[in-house]
């Protein structure tokens, strides 16, 4: 199963949108809402920021958004601050029963 | 808060095996499917093996199929990753992560969401 394809990096100024991609196949992505995303600082573990293509856990900031469109998945960062610095990943369930992870994309905050 | 603390990694020679622990508290541990994840230094995330809230039903990624089993105690709160084999490529920090939402006891989960991690234990392979 090949990762899931997302930009190597992206940046911002504070207060901008961006989006982060994930594209994936029929297989995974565009054949379940089963997407997720997850944030990693440096040294730390990831920490789950949407579910299910769209859904915020509780304590994520509505900043954070996820939506879906054919094979390709987005998270969109709202009002960026210094703080969303990090790497993120999107994952999705895949039709053999397995997941799989995008790439990363690290994000600069400039 | 959900606690989980990962032991048991370390140097191994290529060929060798090692066993992974995660001990999880502050939530009801039989009643959640576990997983372990992996992280090779600089590099992403790979999902690597899940267990059903029983433990009876368990699903591997095709990199691992055959060496490594996932096995838990619900007595104990403690899930456990046999690894066998190893290969250089199986250099990772390795994380249990808690699947987002109960399921049956038997049920492995479509959806595969992680709203709790542990901070990892590193499984170096080398000789």
């Known amino acids: 199963q090949s990762a899931l394809t997302q930009p190597a990096s992206v940046s911002g100024s504070p207060g901008q949108s961006i989006a982060i991609s994930c594209t994936g196949t029929?297989?995974?992505?565009?054949?379940?809402?089963?997407v997720s995303w997850y944030q990693q600082h440096p040294g730390k573990a990831p920490k789950l920021m949407i579910y299910?293509?769209?859904n915020r856990p509780s304590g994520v900031s509505n900043r954070f958004s996820g939506s879906k469109s054919g094979n390709t998945a987005s998270l969109t960062i709202s009002g960026l601050q210094a703080e969303d610095e990090a790497d993120y990943y999107c994952?999705?369930?895949?039709?053999?029963?397995?997941?799989?992870f995008g790439g990363g994309t690290k994000l600069t905050v400039l | 808060e959900v606690q989980l603390l990962e032991s048991g990694g370390g140097l191994v020679q290529p060929g060798g095996s090692l066993r992974l622990s995660c001990a999880a508290s502050?939530?009801?541990?039989?009643?959640?499917?576990m997983n372990w994840v992996r992280q090779a230094p600089g590099k992403g995330l790979e999902w690597v093996s899940i267990?059903?809230?029983?433990?009876?039903?368990?699903y591997y990624a095709d990199s691992v199929k055959g060496r490594f089993t996932i096995s838990r105690d619900n007595s104990r709160n403690t899930l456990y990753l046999q690894m066998n084999s190893l290969r250089a490529e199986d250099t990772a920090l390795f994380y249990c992560a808690k699947t987002g939402y109960t399921s049956g006891p038997e049920h492995l989960p479509l959806d595969k969401w992680f709203d709790s991690w542990g901070q990892g234990t590193l499984v170096t392979v080398s000789s």
């Open positions: 029929s297989s995974d992505v565009g054949g379940y809402n089963y």
């Open positions: 299910d293509v769209s």
């Open positions: 502050e939530f009801t541990f039989n009643k959640y499917a």
């Open positions: 267990i059903s809230a029983s433990g009876g039903s368990t």
């Open positions: 994952s999705s369930y895949t039709s053999s029963g397995s997941l799989v």
